[in-house]
């Protein structure tokens, strides 16, 4: 089955939105039905890094466990963990640290994030 180009847009758009609002059931169900984890948008940002930015742990988690990347990066060189500590997302912080995402992935890295915004003290084991 060949997807049309403006159709594939559209499931790409719809599961971005998905995952910026935090509808993880909904998420999951596209991610389930085979909607790749990793996919990305036009700015290479995946579901994972609109979820982990806007934050949206639940999301996060979930995205975790279908196999997303923790550390992909979006064309900018942004790491999803980077984009979370820019926004102060605690809890979204400690789902990534959880899963493992590498602290010095990305431009900036999630290190030099956390100085940049004084968000340091989401670093802490």
């Known amino acids: 089955m060949t997807i049309d180009p403006d ?21 999951a169900e596209y991610v389930d039905g085979g909607f790749p984890a990793n996919h990305p948008d036009a700015d290479g940002n995946t579901a994972l890094m ?3 930015y806007h934050g949206h742990a639940d999301t996060v988690a979930m995205l975790v466990e279908r196999g997303a990347d923790v550390d992909r990066p979006n064309t900018r060189g942004q790491s999803p963990l980077a984009g979370a500590l820019f926004k102060g997302e605690d ?5 990534l640290r959880a899963a493992g995402a ?11 994030t956390a100085r940049m915004f004084g968000t340091e003290h989401l670093l802490d084991d």
């Open 50 to 52: 609109l979820a982990a």
């Open 7 to 27: 159709d594939q847009q559209r499931i790409v758009a719809f599961a971005m939105d998905l995952a910026r609002e935090g509808r993880t059931d909904l998420l």
């Open 102 to 112: 590498d602290l010095d992935a990305g431009t900036p890295s999630a290190r030099d």
């Open 91 to 95: 809890e979204v912080v400690r789902v």
